[in-house]
């Protein structure tokens, strides 16, 4: 899931906002998808973030945060791509393990990268069970329009809880001539409002709406007995996912809708001219090997230096 570069305007805090769903406790629950339909029937929005290594899983869990979505923004962010399309599907189920295994008790949403499902159904769907069974993730996401409602219904019949990403989709980014917005005409915002039922009538377990216009967001929101996240589309949504490294300030470049709340790429730069001054003065720290006595004397009469 790649951020919208081109967002303008970001919607003004809601003076009746409504209290957020702190997650549960990671000492004691573990979340799941009937977590958050509780957090959608009590009308509390829940976080979401990218997560991509174990480390780093770990602590957004210790946080409370319920729901960690391995992105094939690794493309970007992890390998050094220009966009999403070059997420290796054996990479990203790597991936997908590494992070349940740092955050056991979060929901850990998988995201099937470019050309895993479109080409055949039943390769999407053996690709979706790999996610799984050898990724352990608990719900697995992917890029959708209404065209993809048999293949929705064929992995939830298999037993996928799938999450339906609709409205911009990166995956389809060159064929637009980059990443835009999606459903800025009325023609195109029905189709977007078509693509959500289609997708609610074949199963899916959730929706997952990438920039769009917040009237759009707000209709699928209406519709949707399935909890609905966002990202860029507006403040009506269940749950709100955007991209870790862009929070960090780790990104060059971050939409209006994930500013940095951290400055971490300038703290990383100040770390390694740390790093440089400890290693160019000797500054190490006290060194915590070494030998006893007898072995020392040993070691010296081996090497002549008795």
């Not at 993809?148 to 019949?157: C, D, E, Q």
């Not at 074949?202 to 209709?219: D, F, H, Q, S």
């Amino acid at each position: 899931m790649q951020p919208i570069r081109h967002a303008t305007s970001q919607a003004k805090p809601d003076a009746n906002a409504r209290e957020v769903w702190q997650g549960a406790d990671p000492t004691i629950a573990t979340v799941t998808i009937r977590t958050l339909l509780r957090a959608m029937r009590e009308k509390k929005p829940f976080a979401a973030l990218t997560c991509y290594d174990a480390t780093t899983a770990r602590w957004l869990e210790r946080a409370g945060v319920p729901v960690l979505l391995v992105g094939d923004t690794a493309a970007e962010v992890i390998l050094g791509y220009p966009n999403t399309l070059h997420a290796p599907l054996d990479f990203l189920i790597t991936l997908t393990a590494a992070v349940k295994r740092g955050a056991p008790r979060c929901l850990v949403m998988a995201d099937m990268p470019f050309m895993s499902y479109q080409a055949n159904e039943d390769d999407g769907v053996r690709n979706a069970g790999r996610f799984m069974i050898e990724g352990n993730a608990d719900t697995v996401k992917l890029e959708v329009d209404a065209s993809f409602a048999s293949l929705v219904a064929k992995m939830t019949r298999a037993g996928v809880p799938v999450v339906a990403h609709i409205g911009s989709r990166p995956q389809h980014a060159k064929q637009v001539g980059g990443y835009l917005a999606a459903g800025k005409t009325a023609d195109d915002a029905m189709k977007i409002i078509a693509d959500a039922d289609a997708m609610l009538a074949a199963g899916a377990a959730m929706l997952l709406v990438e920039a769009t216009p917040i009237e759009v967001t707000e209709e699928i929101v209406r519709r949707s007995n399935v909890p609905v996240i966002g990202c860029g589309a507006g403040s009506a949504c269940h749950g709100q996912v955007v991209v870790t490294h862009d929070l960090l300030g780790l990104t060059d470049r971050q939409p209006p809708f994930a500013l940095p709340i951290m400055s971490m790429g300038k703290e990383l730069g100040e770390m390694a001219d740390t790093w440089k001054d400890r290693v160019r003065t000797g500054a190490l720290g006290d060194h915590p090997y070494t030998l006893a006595d007898e072995q020392r004397v040993e070691f010296f009469r081996r090497i002549g230096r008795a």
